[in-house]
């Protein structure tokens, strides 16, 4: 029998709601339960791969090519299991299908309204394809009184008496601030957010509360009594060191026994946690550490790289060192000299970016690698400013340039518009959507078995995540590789350069892919375990 998690926020945004998700899926899968995680997003936008970065973080893209919600990185990171398509859906995509559907006169003259409509077509989406798992968690955007919210927090409370009896929890996660001055930790925002959230026909089973220290056994009873529920309900979700120790402490709380309680679930026997307490504790006790610089666009908000900066922290688990981040906006380096930003640090790390803004500088941090011998990982567009850097200072191509920025004359990065999906020809046009158009998920990969980054990978042949509308211009492939750029890894058909290295340089790689995206706590991707490996090894230089 399938049950249901259904996990919703209140109080503030930013409580961590996809963490607290996916931490109870990894304790939940430790005491040998198949769970499969699901995501609901309240906002318009039809998926977020339009959305800035700046505003919403980083665009998780799946295998099947979905552009979702960061939260889904976090499902894959904790469970190991890819997330796809069907994991993640918004108000947007709900409205779309059902208007196609009202055009196309599906509804037989209907009058179409929220209920039962939009609620179906969201209830429809929960409960599909979950015959295999034993748990399906839920999680709903933004937080409890939000306007667009309602139509999903309405469909979750019919789904409660529409399933049968015993199937469903809902689970709330609130906050509960320190007031210095009064010396407590308070209780009303949370007793707030549950009368709010029973306003609207939802009682929660559980609360999950946020607090920086231990909650006294007095707010304890206050909180059950004024929330409704029991005393063992209210689960501290004290703040941790690092994300990996929340399935340890929401163990440690309780969570699981509460959960499997509520199902009448037998809960006796200690889940197999052996692998986070593994990871917290390389986590906790490096045995060194090195600094890598991300040269980036959107630094200020640092979601916008979250799978990024994962990956680099699983690169640093495998070789139990401590990797310090320094974030360095692009714009900086076309205004100052790189040296004194980047001499000392160990490694260089251009991710992937949209549009001009930040190219330049992107192209001096490459070119700064380069010539000092410094290990650099240019990721998508990293990649791409890093080919034009060696054009135009190698090649000898002053106007090197990508067709991103406007007409150029060296078009060394252009537009992609065709490419093979499987044996489908995809084509774009230039002035086509810009929502859901690119080149998106997984594509195989060739690469050349002499080259560093199939030793780095152990095999010759790779499957990576892509998002891109440009790519390197295979027309200056012999141009480029006579000065020593090997174009080390192309798409099946020969026809898409996806990696690239400087050969006789440490470690220097561009992969037009984001393997940020596969990486994984338990399985450190090799592209991140080597280059923080190269890291090491400059550290030992300097
Ligand atoms: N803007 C570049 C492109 O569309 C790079 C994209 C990226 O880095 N994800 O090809």
New binding site residues.
């Given amino acids: 029998m399938t049950r249901y998690v259904f996990i919703t926020g209140g109080v503030v945004s930013s409580l961590g709601k996809g963490l607290a998700s996916a931490a109870l899926a990894a304790v939940l899968q430790a005491r040998g339960y198949r769970v499969r995680m699901r995501k609901l997003d309240p906002y318009l936008n039809v998926d977020p791969g339009t959305m800035s970065p700046t505003q919403h973080g980083e665009v998780f893209v799946t295998d099947d090519g979905a552009e979702t919600d960061l939260d889904l990185g976090h499902y894959e990171r904790f469970t190991g299991v890819p997330a796809s398509r069907a994991d993640n859906i918004t108000t947007g995509r709900i409205y779309q299908d059902i208007i196609a559907k009202e055009r196309r006169g599906d509804y037989l003259g209907a009058t179409i309204q929220v209920i039962p409509h939009v609620t179906n077509a969201i209830k429809d989406f929960v409960l599909e394809g979950n015959d295999a798992y034993d748990f399906v968690l839920v999680e709903i955007g933004g937080t409890v009184g939000d306007i667009e919210g309602l139509p999903f927090f309405e469909a979750i409370r019919q789904l409660g008496q529409e399933l049968p009896r015993g199937t469903c929890c809902y689970v709330h996660l609130t906050l509960l601030p320190y007031i210095p001055s009064a010396g407590e930790l308070k209780t009303k925002p949370t007793q707030h957010s549950v009368k709010e959230l029973r306003s609207i026909g939802i009682q929660p089973d559980i609360l999950l509360c946020r607090c920086d220290r231990d909650i006294p056994a007095d707010e304890r009873r206050k909180l059950a009594l004024f929330c409704n529920v029991r005393e063992t309900a209210v689960i501290e979700a004290r703040d941790v060191a690092s994300i990996y120790e929340v399935p340890l402490s929401y163990r440690k709380a309780g969570l699981d026994r509460e959960v499997l309680g509520h199902f009448g679930l037998e809960h006796g026997q200690e889940p197999d946690l052996g692998r986070w307490q593994t990871i917290a504790e390389r986590v906790r006790n490096p045995e060194g550490e090195v600094s890598i610089a991300i040269v980036g666009k959107y630094t200020g908000l640092k979601d916008a790289y979250k799978s990024l900066t994962e990956a680099l922290t699983h690169g640093g688990i495998s070789h139990r060192v401590k990797v310090n981040l320094e974030w360095i906006e692009a714009e900086v380096f076309e205004r100052e000299d790189p040296a004194p930003f980047l001499e000392g640090l160990n490694g260089i790390l251009v ?5 001009q803004r930040g190219a330049e500088g992107k192209i001096r941090a490459a070119r700064f690698a380069r010539e000092k011998r410094i290990p650099y990982l240019g ?4 990649m ?1 400013m890093a080919v034009i850097e060696a054009a135009r200072s190698l090649a000898g191509l002053p106007e090197a340039n ?1 067709t ?1 920025f406007g007409d150029t004359a060296e078009p060394v ?1 252009g537009l ?1 518009t065709e490419w093979l999906r499987g044996n489908e020809l995809e084509r774009r046009a230039a002035a086509g959507d810009l929502g859901g158009t ?1 080149r998106l998920g997984a594509y195989d990969a060739k690469l050349d078995p002499e080259s560093k980054i199939a030793q780095i990978y152990g095999t010759a042949d790779i499957s990576e995540r892509h ?5 390197v211009n295979m027309a200056y492939r012999e141009r480029l590789e006579a000065q020593g750029l090997r174009f080390s890894g192309v798409s099946p058909d020969g026809l898409l350069p996806e990696t690239v290295e400087h050969v006789g340089h440490p470690f220097f790689i561009g992969v037009q892919f ?1 393997p940020e995206l596969k990486s994984r706590p338990f399985e450190p991707h090799p592209l991140f375990k080597g280059f923080v490996g190269a890291a090491i090894e400059q550290s030992r230089l300097v």
Avoid: A, T
């Avoid at 991710?351 to 549009?355: A, K, R, T, V």
């Avoid at 998002?467 to 790519?471: M, P, Q, S, T």
């Fill in positions: 991710p992937g970016g949209f549009g990721i998508c567009f990293g791409q990508s991103e990065v992609l690119m998002r891109h509308r440009y790519e984001h």
